[in-house]
C-alpha cells in the first residue's frame, strides 16, 4: 500500500471510497527515523527470529509495539490491541501483512486455534509476547551496543563529560516470591539517563551482592566501549568496596564519588574526628529531597569539608571528604528534633565540600529515573510470570527510554512520561490517515476540510 497523497487525490477523483481514522501522530514519526537513524532497527531486524513455522507478527513489528507501548504509557499489553487496530500507518511502516492492516486481526497462534478454519482473532497479547522468551540475551546486548556507538557518533558532547550513575533495581515475578534484581550502568545527560550496560541477578546467594554485580556491570561497559569511556562514577553505599574502588582509580583510572551512611564505621570514624579536632566552618548546602505534609519544615543540611584522608580501610588510598550534617525538627512523626551525620567521598582530591555534596547529588537522578518508569510504565507492576520474559521487557523499556532522552536533547524538549504519552494522544487528533483505492495518505484536518471543499470528499447526510 504506497503512502501518496496524488495517489489518494487521484482516487478520490476516480470516485472511490474513502476510509479515515486516526493518524500516526508526528512525534512517533520522528522517534521511528531516529530509532532508525541510530542503527535500533536494523539491529532489530538482525536478531535471530526465535519462533517457528508461519509467522504473522514480523520480529520488527512485535519488538517496536513493545516499545510503543511505553511511549503511550500503557498499563497493559492488552491495551495494544486498541493501538493495532487502529494505527494502521504504524503497522504498515513496521511491514504487517496488508490484510492485517486492512480488517485489524491476525492469526492467534494458541494451539487451539491452529486447526484448519479456525477463526481469525483480534489482537492477542500472548502471541505478540511470545517471541520474547526465547530471545538471545547477547545478541540484544551487541544491538544496545550498537545503538550506543552509533549516539556517541552522532552526539559526541552527549558522552564528553563521561558521566555515570550506577544503581540496581528489585522485581519479583507474578506468583513467585522469588526476588531478581537489574544493575544498570547510565550515562548522565542534561535531558535524563541513557542505560549503557545492565545485568540481572537472583537477590540470594553467591555473588548476588552489589558489589559483585556492579563489578560485571563495569566490565562489560569497559569491554564494550573501551577505556577512556567512563570518566567519573557515581554509586551508593551498596558499592562500598575498597577493591573496586581502587580498581576502578588505578587501573581504569576513573574517579568516583559515593556515600557512607550514618551507623556505618567510616561516617561513626569521621564524625568523631570533626569533633576531635578544630573543626572548619560547617556550609549550608541545598536540603534533603522529601515529600513533606503541608505545613511541614523541611530539614536543614550542612557540610564540613575534612579534606584528604589516607587510613579509611575501605580504599587504601588518599580520599577527599565531606561530612554531611541533616537537621530535621520536631514533626508529628518525630517529636524530637533529629540530626543525622553521614559523609561522602570521592577520589577527586581537589574538591571543596560544597562541590563534592553537588556532584553526589546528581546521583538521585537514577532514583528519579526508576521512579518514572514505575509510575508512568508500571516497572515494578507488571503482571509477568516468567523471568526471561521480565528481563526482555526491562531491555525494551530501557532502550525506549534512552530514544525517548536523545528525542528530547535533539528537539530541545522538557516533558515527563506522562506529558510524552499526552502529547501523542493530542497529536493523534489533529491528523488523519486516509486509506482509498490501495493508497494511504496523512493529512491535517484542514487538508481534509479542503477535499470537502473540492468536492473529492462528500458527505451523505440523513
Known sequence: MPYSKDAVEQNLRRGMKPRVEEALPTILDEWLALANALGVVKGIEGLTDPRKGRKYIPLLTACVLTMVRFLWALESYRRMGKLVLRDHALLEKLGMLPVVCEQGYYHCERKDDRLPGAPQKPYDEESAVKFQRRLEVEEL??????????????????????????????????????????????????????????????????????????????????????????????????????????????????????????????????????????????????????????????????????????????????VNVCLVWDHYPKSQEHPEARDLYWCIMTSHLEWKAPKIHREFRRRWEIENTYGAMSVFWGLGAWQIERYDVYRMTIYFMALTYALVVVHAYEQKLKTTLRGLADLLLLQSRGRLLVLCGGAAAVVTIAEFNAWMENGLIRLRAP
Open 141 to 318: 546486548n551487541a544491538l544496545y551496543v550498537t545503538f550506543i556507538k552509533n549516539l556517541k557518533e552522532r552526539d559526541p558532547q552527549l558522552f564528553r563529560r563521561g558521566l555515570f550513575i550506577m544503581d540496581s533495581n528489585h522485581f519479583t515475578l507474578k506468583g513467585s516470591h522469588e526476588q531478581y534484581k537489574w544493575c544498570a550502568l547510565k550515562l548522565w545527560t542534561p535531558s535524563g539517563m541513557i542505560t549503557v550496560a545492565v545485568e540481572f541477578s537472583a537477590t540470594n546467594g553467591e555473588g548476588t551482592g552489589e558489589t559483585s554485580i556492579g563489578r560485571r556491570v563495569l566490565e562489560r561497559a569497559l569491554k564494550a566501549y573501551g577505556e577512556g569511556f567512563i570518566k567519573e562514577l557515581l554509586v551508593d553505599s551498596g558499592y562500598l568496596d575498597g577493591s573496586m574502588l581502587r580498581w576502578l582509580k588505578e587501573e581504569h583510572h576513573i574517579d568516583w564519588v559515593t556515600d557512607a551512611k550514618e551507623g556505618m564505621i567510616v561516617s561513626r570514624a569521621l564524625e568523631e574526628q570533626s569533633r576531635e579536632r578544630p573543626q572548619r566552618p560547617w556550609v549550608v548546602v541545598d536540603p534533603p529531597k522529601l515529600e513533606l505534609r503541608k505545613n511541614e519544615t523541611p530539614p536543614t543540611r550542612r557540610v564540613m569539608w575534612l579534606g584528604e584522608q589516607r587510613s579509611l580501610p575501605t580504599y587504601g588510598l588518599p
